[in-house]
């Protein structure tokens, strides 16, 4: 796999029951990074995909990806499109190919065949989950989410097959019960999680590879015995406030590689797809602990970015029991 970023968009409207949509909230898992930030054609997709194609105007002429629920032949089925908050649910899906069929065979991708990720549309609930699938092509976990509103899943794999693209498909969620909107958190460089302490350097541009160095410490001390998890020292995920684009960010370097040292500092190069506010969520593991720090940094001139608010304490899972 490259290292570097891949940048997948995903569709806006959930189900009016919500009413207004915001954006996500809350994890990632790790990765490595290059000394020079230069684009980056992730996990094997194209380059015009992967930073959305753009026309002489300078405007995307096609989705960077994932606004839709079906790509390349490829098409998320969603069997839990409700679930009820507070509530522990089983949720089923299965991917499916041109001809309907599930589909049963993946590449493996950061010790995985699939990764789920599923967040809520104000960007301050977020999962990353590592569903079962079953020998008839079905996957399924149990969730628990917090908060009534609307999420987004988001299913990341690449299908087994010479040649094959990796893909994410996106598809709607609604929980059901008392729903109270909330907004997304001020930007901040510095996150505090279980106890650790993230500071971010660096800018997300819009358009333009730039590097995100991500240092962590506790109590004061940089921590500098980071664990490998899911084949890297960090794994970032950020998503665009409104519609969910969704950028799968991986590190420069990796654990093994003779340069890559294990901590304090994960080093990143993302692009961003466009102006906008972003969730940024870096999940690490120390002392065989999964944490997750989040920011909210805003690309470019951010025209229309939502109000700012305290910032909150994202709420995680990554589907292991951590």
Do not use: C
Not at 156 to 171: I, S
Not at 288 to 311: D, I, K, L, N
């Amino acid at each position: 796999m490259h290292t570097g970023l891949r940048i997948t968009a995903f569709a806006a409207a959930l189900a009016a029951t919500f009413g207004t949509a915001y954006g996500v909230g809350r994890g990632v898992d790790p990765v490595v990074a290059e000394s020079e930030p230069a684009p980056h054609d992730e996990h094997g997709g194209s380059t015009a995909r992967q930073h959305g194609d753009k026309s002489q105007e300078g405007q995307e002429r096609t989705p960077p990806g994932g606004l839709q629920i079906s790509e390349g032949g490829y098409t998320l089925d969603l069997a839990t499109p409700r679930v009820t908050a507070g509530r522990s649910t089983e949720l089923r899906f299965t991917v499916r190919d041109a001809n309907g069929d599930a589909v049963t065979a993946y590449q493996r991708e950061h010790d995985k065949e699939l990764h789920l990720v599923l967040a809520s549309r104000d960007l301050v609930t977020y999962r990353h989950l590592h569903p079962t699938r079953a020998a008839d092509g079905t996957w399924s976990t149990p969730v628990d989410l917090p908060a009534a509103g609307g999420y987004r899943v988001f299913a990341d794999f690449t299908p087994a097959g010479k040649g094959a693209e990796n893909l994410t498909l996106g598809a709607d969620l609604a929980a059901s019960g008392r729903y109270r909107p909330a907004r997304l958190p001020a930007p901040d460089a510095t996150a505090r999680t279980d106890g650790y302490e993230v500071e971010l350097a660096g800018a997300l541009h819009p358009g333009k590879a730039s590097e995100l160095k991500l240092k962590v410490s506790r109590d004061g001390e940089p921590v500098n015995d980071l664990q490998p998890y899911l084949g890297a020292y960090g794994h970032l995920v950020a998503l665009r406030s409104g519609d969910l684009a969704y950028l799968h960010v991986h590190p420069n370097g990796e654990p093994g590689d003779g340069t890559t040292a294990p901590g304090p500092e994960v080093s990143f190069t993302a692009t961003a797809p466009s102006d906008g506010t972003y969730r940024l969520f870096l999940d690490f593991r120390h002392r065989g602990e999964v944490h997750t720090a989040a920011f909210t940094v805003r690309a470019g001139s951010a025209p229309g970015a939502q109000e700012s608010a305290p910032a909150a304490t994202p709420e995680h899972t990554d589907g292991h029991g951590h």
